[in-house]
């Protein structure tokens, strides 16, 4: 196995650039635990380990129910999510693997029901971040936990 670059020591001026988009979306409007949810089931999808493992810690350490986090890869089936959070993870698979027809006019509709423009365009930026974060950390292989020290992950005492 060839070793991959690390992004963080050889591109930091983009990175920091990410972190700066990526820390205005936290500061956003939308909720942390809807945003925690888009982060889990986008990483999901992109089946980018690190992430999912960060974001899943995150999630923890923020209060989130353990059989919620087990429930958002069946979340269409699951009884606990609500329906705006529903909404957030069916345009959060839109977006994150788009058909030939984009994000389909049901889907949005269903979003415009539970978010105003500014928040849907937030919701919006936040799925887009975390799809290039994904990307970012599949194409370095970067290791699960690799920097739960660092980003303070392992106060949430999960082997």
């Not at 972190?19 to 089931?41: E, F, M, P």
């Not at 999510?81 to 959060?92: D, M, P, W, Y």
């Not at 839109?94 to 030939?100: D, F, K, S």
């Not at 049901?106 to 500014?118: L, S």
């Amino acid at each position: 196995m060839s070793t991959r670059i690390n992004l963080f020591q050889r591109v930091p001026d983009l990175i920091k650039a990410l972190s700066d988009a990526s820390q205005a979306s936290h500061h956003s409007g939308l909720d942390s635990t809807l945003k925690n949810l888009v982060d889990i089931r986008t990483s999901q999808l992109n089946g980018c380990a690190f992430c999912l493992d960060m974001h899943i810690k995150q999630a923890r350490i923020l209060g989130e129910r353990e059989l919620r986090l087990h429930h958002v890869a069946i979340w269409r089936e699951s009884p606990l999510f609500t329906a705006k959070e529903k909404a957030a993870l069916a345009l959060t698979e839109a977006l994150t693997r788009p058909g030939a027809e984009g994000v389909s006019d049901a889907i949005y509709d269903a979003a415009r029901e539970h978010f105003d423009e500014v928040a849907l365009s937030e919701l919006a930026f936040a799925i887009s971040i975390i799809n290039t974060w994904n990307r970012l950390m599949i194409v370095s292989q970067t290791a699960p936990g690799a920097l739960d020290k660092a980003y303070g992950l392992d106060r949430a005492n999960l082997e």
